[in-house]
């Protein structure tokens, strides 16, 4: 072989070496560590006990069920806000674009926990949101919003909203506008032209932005310690709990691993699902 | 129809004065340097643009203000604007579906328009998986199965090759006479509208320069503009002599020379300064003076281009004017003359026309 059929392979070499040593190496760790038994000061030995997955399973399944139904709510709210936000940008931007995108990414300069627990005040019994609307009579005054579900699911899908709100702008602002006039030319109207072309050819981006906020939401712990006090804790919580608190490393390393399983085969099914030739049209 | 468009403080006037009436059944052409207007016109015809000034009317009824979507015209985008995430038969049904046509109709239409255009076995494809010319022919179908009362083309030969365009040229027409539907054909090319067009309006800085058939508007251009965006034309700057005995007027073109016209435009009279334009293949270029009532230059040979079938020759007739001269390779006797020989140029006076602007 010449030097020149090498060079893909060399150049590719770091990228595969980083992700032997920090992916691979720790998932293989990860993986034996939580077939382990035993504790910290006796150490850990390997006994391949399968029963940590099932103590995980059968102990943290609300939990588990609670962090994707929260993640789902949270994806849910981030489509219905986000498209509309992307399609504005995108079509009715202007020249002002680009000032758009930074307003969206403004809050990312400020750090993660801080964003979420400013929402605290926001949200609190009478803080600036509650506070004006029961003053007036409008909502009851034992109302409180802060420590329930809702709180978690708003805060989760308002630190996530950019990444659903990007990749449906990348593909909006990509899109031929001529297609739409095209619509437009072959009798659909507005509403019909968005469902038959635009909504159809932007999948592609809702389906990247869905993946982009439902993985970390449904294992984000930060919001649900944050905002939803001690009956709305997520999957992220317990792991958290078990590996830094409690030093469960064996139960933390098999609900980390049950979470993952159960999200990679959600992906699978959504991308088989939205794969499929013809989502919109039927076949003549 | 007048159409401005607003740019800040500033307002673009992109077309001026366009009044076209333009016949059932017919093959109409609006051809133009870019920034002429036509695309803007032809948008305005579709409905993607309202009209400042005007009115756009369809089969006798006034369409303007009405949206693309109630017009009864559709269109073939430059750059086709296939819906990519449908299929080739989907593509097609489109129009067809939105207005409810039933599904076994639809299903004989789109393939006798998939089969016109000879897509038939493609129907299943997606557009990306077609080629160039391919995507192009089932831009026309996706606008035709609607039987539109006007179909407008805007450049949809653009985007190919000069084998594949011209092939097309034959097939778009070959098409448009099966279908019997009027065609608006917008293009820069002056080749593709003199080949395909029943009639062509010439428009430049937003207006109609000329209106008339392909033979009249290269045999009669109206404007200089025309005379030189159309073919190419030798354009002369002279002064109107006297009337010869045969009628024909006498142009005084530099250096004594004299150039015959058989008309004068409207207003221009003896003493008038007046452009003469004459197409190079109407020129002979002869070693002695020629005879007859002919247009009689002298000149002195600048340039010769030998292409085979025939040789291209540039001849300085002094006072800055050059006249090019295509000269048929008939003879096999090679060239006429060589650079730097003086030769004659002769054409005959219905070969020039004379105009003012």
Redesign the interface.
């Known amino acids: 072989m010449s030097n020149r059929e090498y060079t893909p392979y060399v150049l590719v070499l770091p990228a595969w070496v980083w992700l032997a040593l920090f992916f691979v190496v720790p998932i293989g760790g990860m993986l034996s560590l939580s077939l382990t038994t035993g504790d910290v000061i006796t150490g850990f030995q390997q006994s391949f006990e399968v029963g940590n997955y099932v103590d995980a399973v059968s102990t943290y399944w609300e939990q588990i069920v609670r962090s994707l139904f929260y993640g789902a709510c949270a994806t849910v709210l981030c489509v219905v806000i986000g498209y509309p936000m992307a399609y504005w940008i995108a079509f009715r931007g202007g020249t002002h674009k680009s000032t758009y995108l930074l307003l969206i990414l403004l809050p990312f300069f400020v750090s993660f926990v801080l964003r979420t627990i400013s929402w605290r005040f926001l949200l609190a019994d009478n803080g600036v949101l509650l506070g004006p609307l029961k003053s007036i009579g409008l909502i009851p005054a034992d109302l409180a919003v802060l420590n329930s579900s809702p709180a978690v699911i708003l805060g989760l899908a308002y630190n996530f909203l950019p990444f659903m709100v990007l990749p449906i702008y990348a593909v909006l602002e990509r899109m ?1 506008a ?2 739409v ?9 507005r509403i ?2 968005f469902l ?2 635009i909504l ?2 932007s ?1 592609p981006g809702v389906f990247a932005g869905v993946l982009m906020t439902f993985i970390p939401t449904s294992s984000d712990y930060i919001n649900s310690s944050v905002l939803g006090g001690t009956h709305n804790t997520m999957i992220g919580n317990v792991i958290q709990t078990q590996y830094l608190v409690n030093n469960n490393y064996p139960i933390a390393s098999a609900i980390t691993f049950v979470l993952m399983g159960l999200l990679l085969v959600g992906i699978f099914s959504y991308a088989r699902a939205l794969g499929t030739e ?4 039927v ?2 | 129809m007048t159409k401005s468009f607003r740019s800040g403080s500033e307002t673009v006037t992109a077309v001026t004065g366009v009044d076209l009436a333009i016949a059932e059944g017919e093959f109409f052409s609006l051809l133009g340097p870019s920034g002429c207007g036509k695309t803007t016109t032809m948008r305005m015809i579709a409905g993607f643009e309202e009209p400042t000034g005007g009115v756009v009317r369809l089969d006798g009824r006034d369409v303007t203000g009405v949206p693309a979507h109630h017009r009864d015209v559709n269109m073939v985008f430059q750059s086709y604007a296939l819906f990519p995430h449908m299929s080739v038969a989907d593509n097609v049904a489109f129009g067809l579906r939105r207005r409810g046509v039933d599904k076994a109709q639809i299903r004989s239409r789109v393939a006798e328009m998939l089969d016109l255009v000879e897509l038939g076995h493609r129907g299943k494809h997606r557009p990306s998986q077609l080629s160039g010319g391919q995507q192009q022919r089932v831009a026309l179908a996706r606008a035709l199965v609607n039987q539109p009362g006007a179909l407008l083309l805007d450049e949809p030969l653009g985007a190919l090759d000069l084998k594949l365009r011209q092939s097309m040229q034959v097939e778009l027409k070959r098409i448009q006479r099966e279908v019997g539907i009027t065609f608006v054909y917008v293009t820069h090319d002056q080749g593709e509208a003199l080949t395909m067009s029943d009639r062509i309006a010439v428009m430049n800085r937003g207006g109609v320069e000329q209106l008339g058939t392909p033979a009249e508007i290269y045999e009669h251009p109206a404007t200089r503009f025309v005379a030189d965006f159309i073919g190419t034309s030798n354009l002369l700057t002279g002064t109107v002599g006297g009337r010869t005995d045969a009628g024909t007027w006498r142009v005084e073109v530099g250096d004594g020379a004299t150039a015959l016209a058989a008309e004068l435009p409207d207003g221009a009279e003896a003493g008038a300064e007046v452009h003469l334009t004459v197409r190079p293949e109407k020129v002979r270029i002869s070693v002695d003076e020629p005879e007859g009532a002919v247009s009689r230059l002298p000149g002195t040979v600048t340039e010769t281009v030998y292409l085979g079938s025939a040789t291209h020759y540039q001849v300085d007739i002094g006072s800055d004017q050059r006249i090019t001269v295509y000269q048929q390779n008939t003879s096999g006797s090679g060239l006429v003359a060589e650079r730097g020989e003086r030769v004659w140029l002769s054409w005959t006076p219905d070969h020039s026309y004379a105009l003012t602007d």
Request: proline share 4%; glycine share 4%.
């Open positions: 031929d001529r297609i006039e095209a619509a437009h030319d072959l009798y659909a109207g019909q032209a038959r072309v159809p050819v999948l013809r989502v919109m049209e076949h003549t």
